[in-house]
């Protein structure tokens, strides 16, 4: 009976050795299989890591090329709009001095009559009807005359150029007399009126 007992030992110790040298194998090959895994994954991942560097090379190209040709677009467009506005400049003018002409060709007719005129009531009519025609112009343009006369004396759109004593009490404070007129061009003062204030 002891024998049996011993060999049934003896046997599961065979046994477990067994096992436990099946186990270091199967260990040892998982570790292998591993090792390979993992130098297929690190040539993997150089190709790939090559292969994302050249895809940001050339996307990091196009920006470039893009960034160039936009920088390149505003600044023609940027001389083109200079361009445009000295031409502007330059030519702002042209309308309003063209509708002055007709004016200017009045007083040359004047002019050359006034000489040969012996009705003085006639020139007089005819200089009357130039400086209209011409009033009518600037009222056109937005260019319209300050209201100064007996007007209460207004910082804002006279330029006091004296004070004399006022004739009577109520013209104190008031503008007396307009020495200069001034003008205003759509509601923005182009020249004050020169005035002289009562006081």
Known sequence: MASKKSKRKHEGEVLDEKMTSNQSEDSIDQIEE????????????????????????????????????????????????????????????????????????????????????????????????????????????GVVEIEAKNMDFDTDLHEAITNIPAPSDNMKGKVVDCIEKGYMLNDKIIRFAKVVVGE
């Open 34 to 141: 591993s090792e390979e895994n993992q130098e297929d994954s690190e040539v993997c991942c150089d190709d790939t890591v090559e292969g994302k560097m050249e895809e940001l090379v050339l996307k990091v190209s196009e920006l470039n090329d893009k960034y160039l040709r936009l920088s390149a677009e505003y600044d023609n467009y940027r001389k083109r709009t200079l361009k445009e506005r000295m031409e502007l400049i330059k030519s702002a003018g042209e309308g309003t001095l063209k509708a002055l002409l007709p004016v200017v060709d009045d007083f040359d007719r004047a002019l050359a009559h006034i000489n040969d005129a012996s009705d003085l009531k006639a020139v007089k009519e005819g200089i009357d009807l130039i400086y209209i025609k011409f009033q009518e112009f600037l009222k056109r343009n």
